[in-house]
């Protein structure tokens, strides 16, 4: 059954183009994370993690990016962008910035740097943009989050969100070293 499901995963995330296939492996590692992002809140906070129900919202579009990659690789590719991007601002308004969420805006930069290439200069220029644009327009303007948590409960978020960013940013990294570059 494991074997039936890996098998599936491999053929859905599979595309001749080293970069999408990049991106719709990372959208797929989101989308197969997401179910377990409110257990570890939960462990951290308690009650209030019924917060990263938000994040469910993010998930069909991480989940349409290989569907999509499939007719149209360059849409695939900056839809893996957007949806990283909204499901940060997701988190941001969620959580509050002193939860260290904007952190994700990093591995969404990154991606935006790393799954264009130079002929896709302004694909990369926009999925670049978007999260710093985001981060400036949005820092600090999206009100309260919808829950307070205490300093203590703060720095363990943070700390969460730290360790799943540099994780996150280590992989795109890793399986972007090991991928057949892509000839123009």
Known sequence: ????????FQGYVAHPDP???LANMVALLI??????????????????AWITVVTFLSA????????????NALLGRILMCVAGTFNTVLCMWAF??????ELFYLPCILLGAILFCATEKAA???C???PMAAYLALHGRLGAPLHV??????TSLVSLHAISVGSLIALIGYSSSTRSEVRP
């Open 1 to 8: 059954m494991l074997n039936d499901w890996m098998h599936r």
């Open 19 to 21: 970069r999408t296939a």
């Open 31 to 48: 989308v197969s994370n997401q179910p377990f992002y409110p257990l570890y809140v939960y462990w951290i906070v308690g009650n209030p």
């Open 60 to 71: 069909p579009f991480f989940f349409a990016v290989p569907a999509l990659s499939r007719r």
């Open 96 to 101: 509050g910035t002193a939860s260290g969420v």
């Open 124 to 126: 990369a220029a926009f």
């Open 128 to 130: 670049v943009g978007l």
């Open 149 to 154: 948590f205490t300093p203590a409960e703060y």
